[in-house]
C-alpha cells in the first residue's frame, strides 16, 4: 500500500472517478492503462474520454497534446502511480509547456495492481506529489479526502497554472472493462473534441 506518511485519507478510485465525472459537461478525460481506463468507463462512457490501451505512462503526455490542441477546453488526465513512475520526464515537459487547462490526477495504491500487486516505489521513500513540484508543477497536492479531492477539482477549473492531483487510493480492482476497440475509442473521441464527424 501507498506511504501511509502522507497523511491522507485512503479513498477510492471509482468513488472518486465518480466524483469528478459527474461535475464535467464538454471536458476531455484521459485513461491511463488498466484501472483508471476501467472506472472511467464504468462511470459512464462520454464521447469526450479516451481510453489509454496497452502503454503505460502516457495519460499525461496524450492529455498534455489535446491541452495544447484545444486551449478553451479543460483536460483531465487519469494515471496510475506506476504508470506515472514509468514517464515520470512528462512532468517536467509539462511543467515547462504549462498549460492552464491541464487537470492532472495520480491515483497512487503503492502497488502495479493490475499486474499482480507488486510494490512501487511509491510504496517506499518515492513522492509523487514532492516529485512533481520537483519538477516545476507547483500546484500540486495530495488531497486529504474525498472532499478536499473535489475542492482541488474545482479549483483547478479556473487554474492559471496546470495541476496535479494526488490521491492515495485502496487495492479495489477496477469496476468494468473498457470495450478494447481502438479504432472506436479513436474514431468516438475525435468526435468528441469536434475534429471529425461520428461514424
Ligand atoms: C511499458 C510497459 N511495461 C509493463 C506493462 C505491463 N503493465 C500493464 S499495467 C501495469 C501496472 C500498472 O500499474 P499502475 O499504473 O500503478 O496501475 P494499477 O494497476 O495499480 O491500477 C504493468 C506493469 C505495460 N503495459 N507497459
Redesign the pocket.
Known sequence: MSNPQRNTKVMN?FDLTQRLVTKLKDEAVIG?????NFDLWAAGHRPENFYML????LAFPIALGVALAQPQRRVFAL????????QLGCLATIATLAPKNLTMVV?????????G??P?P?AGHTDLIAVAVASGIANSSWAADEDDFERLIAQSMTATVPTLIGVRID?K??TGTTRRDPVQIRERFMHGMGVRQPL
Not at 32 to 36: H, M, P, S, V
Not at 79 to 86: N, R
Request: hydrophobic share 25%; net charge negative.
Open positions: 478510485r491511463g492503462i488498466g484501472n483508471t496497452g502503454s503505460m505512462g494515471e496510475g502511480d506506476g504508470s506515472l513512475l514509468m491515483m497512487d495504491n503503492g502497488i502495479y495492481q493490475i499486474t500487486s507488486q512501487t511509491a487495492d480492482p477496477g
